[in-house]
Structure formats: structure tokens, C-alpha cells
């Protein structure tokens, strides 16, 4: 039988994570928008921050 585990309740305000990421032209796709892989790599980035304060 596994061990048993305590929840931990966390409240929203002490996951909270502010980044502040500059928009380079090396971040734009051919049709000078921002390029959509590098937004979902910077909010993988984050979500791993704020995942960090639950363990």
C-alpha cells in the first residue's frame, strides 16, 4: 500500500509568476507576427515556475 500523501492547499496569489520577455525580431515569422512556438515556449517556461511552487 502506497504511502499516504497530505494535500497542501496552495492559494492562486503564491503560484503567481510575472516575467517580462522582450519582442525580438528573431521572433517574428515571415508574415511579421509573432511566431506562435516561441509564445508556447515561454508559457512551458512559466507553467514549469509556477508548477515548482507545489512541490
Not at 525580438?24 to 515548482?52: S, V
Request: charged share 25%; net charge negative; proline share 5%.
Amino acid at each position: 500500500m502506497p504511502a499516504e500523501s497530505k494535500a497542501k492547499n496552495v492559494s492562486v496569489s503564491d503560484t503567481e509568476v510575472e516575467v517580462r520577455n522582450c519582442f525580438l525580431p528573431r521572433n517574428l515569422n515571415p508574415h511579421d507576427t509573432f511566431f506562435g512556438g516561441d509564445l508556447l515556449a515561454w508559457m512551458d517556461k512559466i507553467a514549469l515556475h509556477c508548477a515548482q511552487k507545489f512541490t
